[in-house]
């Protein structure tokens, strides 16, 4: 049988997963909100999904990080953005959807190390005008095109703010299995479909721009915006996030960044 591997929908995942999609290998992908297709990889459902970096600090014990792959971004996209309402002096509350992860833990920290603020966080739905109704600020994950309605300068780019905070990129995704369910052909393949997806960055933003209200042109300028490589400046990132989630009381303890073995040799044709 066969791995099964769980697909996010954020458009920024998609050149991570196109070579799944458009290889000649029969996979089992199954396409979901990351939340879902994280109760099940834990429930032991999915063999493998991109998952954010809570998501693996929850279940260090029991997962592993597929190497050399992830996504990361350092300068501000757009894709974890703070919105808030015209005028205010302090965010005290802020209308989050309860599906994200990482990114509430990003907003604490930032926040609180950048301004001061410790604001309580109300669980809605990701509308931002009904957010922005209820709370002072709304937090909120997409992509191009999704808030060129709103006033940009109401608005606080999280990535940006954290890689000004650091010095580093924040990691939006990792590639997260349990041990044992990965063998080295699914390392080769997980890597091959984003090498793939590379080089197939302009047919992803062509097939996607519509989707988002946006030209090809900006599509694919924000999907190069990401980097897709997990090198030492994204350890160091991911240690980083962890001390601070962990300083904030959100994680119990600093996980331990482990990695499935990189023994990345083919078992099968890939063409």
């Known amino acids: 049988m066969g791995n099964r591997f769980g697909i996010p929908r954020y458009l920024y995942t998609r050149p991570l997963t196109y070579g799944l999609k458009h290889g000649v290998q029969e996979l089992d992908l199954q396409t979901d909100l990351s939340s879902q297709n994280a109760l099940r990889l834990n429930s032991k ?3 493998a999904a991109p998952l954010s970096p809570i998501d693996y600090a929850r279940r260090s014990a029991e997962y592993l990080i597929v190497p050399n792959i992830c996504v990361s971004s350092k300068t501000g996209n757009g894709t974890i953005l703070l919105h808030f309402r015209k005028g205010l002096r302090k965010i005290n509350t802020v209308a989050a959807d ?3 992860t990482s990114e509430l833990v990003l907003a604490k920290i930032v926040l609180t190390e950048k301004y001061d603020t410790n604001p309580q966080f109300i669980p809605m739905g990701p509308d931002v005008p009904m957010m922005l109704a209820k709370a002072d600020a709304a937090l909120f994950v997409g992509g191009p095109g999704l808030f060129s309605s709103l006033d940009t300068r109401c608005t606080i780019d999280l990535v940006e703010e954290w890689s000004d905070l ?5 990691v939006h995704a990792l590639w997260l299995g349990r041990q044992g369910a990965l063998k080295p052909g699914s390392l080769y393949t997980l890597k091959h479909s984003v090498d793939e997806g ?3 960055v302009k047919e992803i933003a062509l097939s996607s721009a519509d989707e988002y209200h946006v030209s090809p042109e ?5 999907l190069t915006s990401f980097s897709f490589n997990l090198d030492d400046e994204v350890v160091e990132s991911l240690s980083e996030f962890y001390r ?3 300083y904030y009381g959100i994680l119990s303890e600093v996980p331990e960044i482990r990695f499935y073995p990189a023994e990345l040799e ?5 063409n």
């Open 266 to 270: 083919p078992d099968f044709p890939l």
């Open 98 to 100: 309860i599906g994200l």
């Open 218 to 222: 900006e599509c694919e300028s924000y």
């Open 166 to 170: 650091t010095d580093l990129p924040y």
């Open 45 to 47: 459902d999915l063999d």
């Open 244 to 246: 601070y989630a962990f």
């Open 198 to 200: 590379l080089r197939h």
